[in-house]
């Protein structure tokens, strides 16, 4: 099984619509990030959870929820979304501590917005 | 701050060119570490090396290959004799390992390789 799984792969959603996307990490990681990548721009980060709290969240508008109930597991709910909201929305887990080393990265979310 | 500088937009060579990409990263630390990913049309980045700030040893693995320079703060990863599946984006990547360093990965803007038969 892949280290970092997210779901669903492909998500169309109108702008009144709310969703939720979902990253799973079998890696034993202890923090957790969200990353959007729009077309032509440079990976953004939006959340990063270390040992499930929240410690950064880059100015990110609201209509962006995130939510991590577990070491494991990490949601991104949407809400309200705009057409440019539409992007590739990357999951990632790391480890931290004396042994911190690389992102592991998810297959990502190709959000689109009508 | 961190920042991490991939000057080459898009890249486009035939196969069996051997191809650079460049990373030029600034940091006031002196402890980090230096990151390739590969980004193929499927969308997840795929780790390719970790380099530590105390080990400069280039690095060889098969066609891939790593020249850390600390000298002119540089990381860069050369293909030798590109194939079509070596096609995608490539970051660079840098975090920090003091204690009180940010071990977010600071990202470069990633540089597009196409490699055409």
């Known amino acids: 099984e892949t280290g970092v799984t997210q779901t669903p792969r492909h998500l169309v959603m109108g702008m009144t619509n709310k969703k939720s996307l979902k990253c799973e990490q079998h890696?034993?990681?202890?923090?957790m990030y969200w990353y959007k990548q729009s077309a032509k721009k440079p990976l953004e980060l939006m959340f990063v959870y270390s040992l499930e709290e929240r410690v950064e969240n880059n100015s990110v508008p609201s209509r962006f929820s995130p939510e991590c109930p577990n070491s494991s597991h990490l949601f991104l709910h949407l809400h309200t979304l705009q057409p440019e909201d539409s992007a590739l929305y990357l999951c990632a887990s790391s480890q931290l501590g004396m042994g911190r080393g690389e992102a592991f990265f998810g297959q990502g979310t190709r959000l689109t917005v009508v | 701050a961190q920042k991490v500088t991939q000057a080459q937009t898009e890249i486009s060579v035939v196969e069996k060119e051997d191809v650079t990409l460049d990373c030029v990263y600034e940091t006031r630390d002196t402890t980090y570490y230096l990151f390739w990913y590969k980004q193929p049309p499927s969308g997840e980045l795929v780790f390719l090396i970790r380099?530590?700030?105390?080990?400069?040893q280039n690095e060889i693995s098969g066609r891939y290959s790593w020249n850390f320079q600390k000298s002119t703060s540089s990381f860069n990863f050369t293909i030798t004799a590109s194939q079509v599946v070596d096609s995608a984006v490539y970051f660079c990547?840098?975090?920090?390992?003091?204690?009180?360093?940010?071990?977010?990965?600071?990202f470069g803007r990633g540089t597009s390789l196409i490699v055409h038969p």
């Open positions: 380099r530590n700030s105390f080990d400069e």
């Open positions: 990547a840098l975090t920090l390992l003091s204690s009180g360093g940010s071990y977010i990965p600071t």
């Open positions: 890696l034993g990681h202890n923090a």
